[in-house]
């Protein structure tokens, strides 16, 4: 007879933008825990973020530039992608270009992203990149962070990336892309940052199904990044609570981060971290790590 799965009957509360939700949502149940969602934030292309990138999604004028045009994808040499939305706002955005960004020749044009984002780097997004597959080199870095994309991508001498990253709305930015930014620039390269989407405060209610859950306390919470927790603390604010009161009330609760980013930024913020996934290349890693936790338990 086969053992239960690690996290059976364990309630797992998570705040991942809608985005997200389904592919941490299945992990968990497969692991046997019931998933209670509570979003802080919600991420997604705006009428702004499409129109700024498609400022960049256009060919190079050889003849009668027009002033303060945007540079053309041209005039790039990579293009790196720190979040699974991003590149799915540039690739809805890529759906109207004409004629494809990229001429069919010039020197290797470099497309990278982080772990499993990089599920989405496929033909159909490169077919409409480019004419030429050959000319575009798909680069996932070993460790998926954006500091493992900085070194993937090795000396920039010179050369320009463009960095489609959030438009944070209603919340401090974390440092996280302007730390991405800086180190890009101290290894030669020069970044062209570019709102890709909206990251934006789930809302004054956001905290309140958490703080009135009926049932049994949550066995764990699960944050996915830094603005998350701090969507949830600003929502905490709002009805008069803050994260002391709630551990206090949910004792036991245990805290997960889906990687050494978003734990880092948890902290920063005030929320001890009691897990933190290592393989943080797919919500798998903070899975697997949450269910080592308690599989002692079965």
């Known amino acids: 007879m086969r053992p239960p ?24 149940e497969l692991q046997g825990a019931s998933p209670l969602w509570f979003p ?16 960049y999604l256009h060919r190079r004028r050889l003849q009668n530039p027009i002033p303060n045009e945007a540079l053309s994808l041209d005039s790039f040499s ?8 991003g590149i799915s ?22 497309v990278a992203a982080l772990g499993r ?13 480019c004419g030429n597959p050959n000319r575009i080199r798909v680069l996932v870095p070993e460790v998926a962070s954006p500091g493992g994309l900085v070194d993937s991508l090795g000396p920039g001498l010179g050369r320009r990336v463009l960095c489609p990253v ?17 180190d890009l ?24 199904g958490l703080v009135g859950l009926d049932g ?26 803050d994260w002391t009161a709630l551990k206090a009330r949910w004792q036991g609760m245990v805290t997960a981060a889906h990687g050494p980013v978003t734990a880092s930024g948890a902290e920063r913020l005030g929320v001890c971290v009691d897990i933190v996934g290592s393989r943080f290349g797919s919500f798998d890693g903070v899975v697997e790590a949450l269910a080592d936790e308690y599989a002692f338990f079965i």
Do not use: H
């Open 40 to 55: 802080t934030v919600t991420t997604g292309p705006t009428p702004l973020t499409s129109a700024s990138l498609k400022r």
């Open 166 to 182: 959030p438009l944070v709305v209603d919340l401090e930015e974390p440092p996280v892309v302007p730390d991405f930014l800086n």
């Open 89 to 110: 706002a540039f690739s809805a955005a890529l759906s109207a270009a004409t004629p494809l960004p990229l001429s069919d020749k010039g020197e290797a044009f470099t």
């Open 117 to 129: 984002d990089a599920e989405l780097l496929d033909q159909a997004f490169l077919s409409k990149l």
């Open 78 to 85: 990579a293009l790196a992608f720190t979040s699974r939305t």
């Open 5 to 28: 799965p690690p996290l059976s009957d364990r309630r797992v509360a998570f705040t991942t933008p809608e985005a997200y939700a389904r592919r941490l949502r299945r992990l968990l």
């Open 216 to 241: 049994p306390a949550p066995d764990a919470v699960v944050f996915t990044s830094t603005a998350e927790v701090e969507g949830l603390l600003k929502g905490l604010r709002v009805i008069g609570w």
């Open 185 to 208: 620039e101290l290894s030669g390269w020069v970044p062209v940052r570019v709102p890709a989407y909206e990251t934006r405060w789930a809302g004054p209610g956001c905290a309140e």
